[in-house]
């Protein structure tokens, strides 16, 4: 069964920093891609950042280039978002997911709060 557990999520000001965590279990995930998305109180669900597991290459929305780093550790099979110079606006409950496609994401965790406040 597989499985995505996000951790790291909280309350920061504006220009802080936060490390989200997903730690993935269930399966091999060398042949995936996984991607963290994003939702804000009334607004869809938007991709964020993606890395292919494989190969390393990564992807990222122009709203966070620049300030959200996305890596993985193979030892812990986790995968990790590093978010610098938080704004407001990236306030938004955070999702990692895994999919074989980088347009497809078949599995997804349950999500953690990201609140930046000004």
């Known amino acids: 069964q597989v499985q995505l557990v996000e951790s790291g999520g909280g309350l920061v000001h504006s220009g802080g920093s936060l490390r989200l965590s997903c730690a993935a279990s269930?399966?091999?995930?060398?042949?995936?891609?996984m991607g963290w998305f994003r939702q804000a109180p009334g607004k869809e669900r938007e991709f964020v950042a993606a890395?292919?597991?494989?190969?390393?290459?990564?992807y990222y929305a122009d709203s966070v280039k620049g300030r959200f780093t996305i890596s993985r550790d193979n030892a812990k099979n986790t995968v990790y978002l590093q978010m610098n110079s938080l704004k407001p606006e990236d306030t938004a409950v955070y999702y990692c997911?895994?999919?074989?496609?980088?347009?497809?994401?078949?599995?997804w965790g349950q999500g953690t709060q990201v609140t930046v406040s000004s």
């Open positions: 997911a895994a999919g074989l496609s980088g347009h497809n994401y078949n599995y």
């Open positions: 269930g399966r091999t995930f060398s042949s995936y891609y």
């Open positions: 890395l292919r597991w494989s190969g390393g290459s990564t």
